[in-house]
């Protein structure tokens, strides 16, 4: 049975996907981008938790990101969209049915990609906070 926390980023993974851009988790950039973009997940840090003692638990802010990246003629425009279709997929649901406490982004910080050869990238990546607890650090 899944962790907490890889059913909630496994959930995040799943909304993500839902969106036109291809979107893979953990995965290396791969040589060709798809025309309506790429949304990459990495799984991030859950930080240091803060502990109740009564019952026990763990409540984690866990830092998860998302690269999203596009090339093409208008990769301003196509970046500005891809990030806000994130935002949105993450506003229509903020504890992903359940699973978290509360999930919130922080504004997308752009990232360089130059690449030899061919059209240049337009990449950011997105923080996205998930807000959980558990009753174990690794279950």
Same mark, same amino acid.
């Given at each position: 049975?899944?962790t ?6 496994? #959930?995040?993974?799943?909304? %993500?996907? !839902?969106?036109?851009? +291809? /979107? ?6 791969p040589?060709? =981008? ?34 999203a ?7 301003? #425009?196509?970046?500005?969209? %891809?990030? !806000?279709?994130?935002? +949105? /997929? ?8 359940? =699973? ?40």
């Open positions: 049975m899944p907490p926390r890889e059913t909630i980023l496994a #959930a995040l993974h799943a909304r %993500l996907s !839902a969106l036109p851009a +291809t /979107t893979l988790r953990g995965e290396v950039l040589e060709r =981008l798809p025309a309506a973009g790429l949304l990459i997940l990495r799984d991030g840090e859950p930080g240091e938790p803060e502990v109740t003692l009564s019952p026990l638990a763990y409540h984690y802010q866990h830092r998860a990101e998302i690269e990246i596009v090339q093409g003629a208008d990769r301003d #425009a196509a970046l500005d969209t %891809l990030c !806000a279709s994130v935002g +949105t /997929t993450i506003a229509a649901d903020r504890t992903l049915g359940g =699973l978290c406490d509360w999930v919130e982004a922080e504004a997308p910080r752009p990232v360089d990609l130059p690449v030899e050869g061919a059209a240049s990238l337009k990449a950011a990546v997105i923080l996205v906070v998930l807000h959980y607890s558990t009753a174990d650090p690794l279950g």
